[in-house]
C-alpha cells in the first residue's frame, strides 16, 4: 500500500499541488484499475462516474512526470550530484527540479526566446542556458536570480561545461569563457568525448549499443542521464524520469 | 465545499487555515514522525495500516491544500523504511517480498 500511494503522489503531483481536490477525480479515475488505492477509494469515484475509462490493469513503467512547462521541453540536465534537474523550454522559461520528489524548485524567466540548450557547471550554484536567440544566461541555482547574460554571435547547437566549469563547451571550435564579467569565445583543442549514455532516436543507448526502446507516449526530444537515473523531456511539455536497476553498463 | 476544479491558489491562505488550524497542520505533518520515532514497526492491519485504508486521501487532500505535496512523499518513504526493518528482524533476511 506504502508503494503504491508513493506512485499515486508521484504521479499526480502536479495537479493535486494545483487542485487538490483533483484527488479524488482525476488521480483516483486513472490510477490502475488493480492498485490498492484504486480498489481501497473506488467507492468515492462511484459518486461522480458510472462508466468510468478504461485504464491500465498497474502501474506503468515510468515513475514520475515533471509536470508545469507550457510547450516542449528542449533540453534537460542534471545538478552534479544528481539531486537538481534543470530543463529548458519553448515556453521561454527554465526550471529546476527535485530530482527525488519531482517538485519544480525555480522557474527561472528571462529569456524572450525559446530555450534550447541548458547545463550545469561542475562545482557551482550555477546554471547555463542559452535561447534560440543567441543570448547566452547564468543564473543562480539557489535563488533563481539572473547573474549575468550576454550575447552570442553564432547560434549555439550544444552546450555542456569543461571539467574546471571555466568554458562552456559548444558546437563548434570555439570554446565560450564564463569567468564573469568577461565572456569570451577561445579557440577548442581536442574533441570532447561522447555521452557514455545518451537518448538516440526511440532508443536509449549505452557505450554504443541500443539498450531500451522508448515506446510511444515516453519519446523525448531531450534527456540527461546520472548514474542509473534518467530523464526525458517530452514535446508536450512533460518529462518523465525513470531508473534502471543498476547503472547501465557494457552488461546490458 | 468547494467545486472539484478549485485551484489551491485561488483559495484564501486565511480561509486554508481556518479549515486547517494549526493543530490540525501540524498533526498532518509530524505523525509520520512519530510514528517513526516511536520505534515500533508497521503490521498489516496495524494502526498505521487502518490509518491509511480510511483516511490516506484526506491526509494527502489536507498537505496538498498546506503546499506540501512533497511531505507526503517523504513521508510515505520513512513509512516503508519501517515496514522492511520489521519484515526483515522478524523473518531474517531473505523472506522480505
Known amino acids: 500500500m506504502l508503494d503504491d500511494a508513493s506512485r499515486f503522489v508521484i504521479r499526480n503531483r502536479?495537479?493535486?499541488?494545483?487542485?487538490?481536490?483533483?484527488?479524488?477525480?482525476?488521480?483516483?479515475?486513472f490510477a490502475p484499475s488493480r492498485s490498492i488505492i484504486r480498489q481501497t477509494f473506488v467507492d468515492v469515484l462511484r459518486k461522480y462516474f458510472d462508466l468510468m475509462p478504461k485504464v491500465p490493469d498497474f502501474w506503468g513503467a515510468e515513475m514520475f512526470k515533471l509536470e508545469g512547462h507550457k510547450d516542449g521541453v528542449e533540453s534537460v540536465a542534471f545538478w552534479p550530484d544528481g539531486q537538481l534537474v534543470a530543463s529548458a523550454s519553448l515556453d521561454t522559461t527554465v526550471r529546476l527540479w527535485d530530482a527525488k520528489t519531482g517538485k519544480q524548485v525555480q522557474k527561472l524567466e528571462g529569456h524572450e526566446g525559446l530555450v534550447s540548450f541548458i547545463a550545469f557547471p561542475p562545482d557551482c550554484q550555477l546554471v547555463a542556458s542559452i535561447s534560440r536567440d543567441k543570448i547566452v544566461m547564468l543564473w543562480y541555482t539557489q535563488t533563481g536570480e539572473l547573474g549575468i547574460s550576454f550575447p552570442v554571435d553564432r547560434s549555439i547547437e550544444d552546450l555542456s561545461f569543461t571539467q574546471d566549469g571555466r568554458f562552456i563547451v559548444t558546437n563548434d571550435e570555439y570554446l565560450l569563457s564564463v569567468s564573469p564579467p568577461i565572456c569570451s569565445l577561445v579557440p577548442r583543442k581536442g574533441q570532447s568525448e561522447p555521452p557514455a549514455i545518451a537518448l538516440s532516436g526511440h532508443w536509449i543507448r549505452g557505450h554504443e549499443r541500443d539498450i531500451l526502446w522508448m515506446p510511444h507516449g515516453y519519446r523525448g526530444s531531450c534527456s540527461a542521464f546520472f548514474g542509473k537515473n534518467f530523464i526525458v523531456g517530452q514535446v508536450s511539455g512533460a518529462m518523465s524520469s525513470s531508473s534502471f536497476r543498476t547503472k547501465p553498463t557494457e552488461k546490458y | 465545499v468547494k467545486a472539484l476544479g478549485t485551484r489551491r491558489?485561488?483559495?484564501?491562505?486565511?480561509?486554508i487555515a481556518n479549515n486547517l488550524p494549526d493543530e490540525v497542520a501540524y498533526a498532518c505533518s509530524y505523525w509520520v514522525q512519530y510514528a517513526v520515532m516511536s520505534g515500533e514497526y508497521l503490521k498489516d492491519d496495524g494502526d498505521v495500516h487502518q490509518f491509511l485504508t480510511n483516511h490516506l486521501l484526506h491526509w494527502i487532500e489536507a498537505l496538498s491544500w498546506l503546499g506540501k505535496t512533497s511531505y507526503v512523499i517523504h513521508s510515505l518513504g520513512s513509512l516503508q523504511a519501517i515496514v522492511d526493518v520489521s519484515q526483515a528482524q522478524m523473518y531474517g533476511p531473505g523472506t522480505v517480498d
Open chain 1, 14 to 29: 502536479y495537479i493535486i499541488n494545483e487542485a487538490p481536490l483533483q484527488i479524488y477525480m482525476s488521480a483516483l479515475l
Open chain 2, 9 to 15: 491558489a485561488a483559495v484564501g491562505q486565511a480561509v
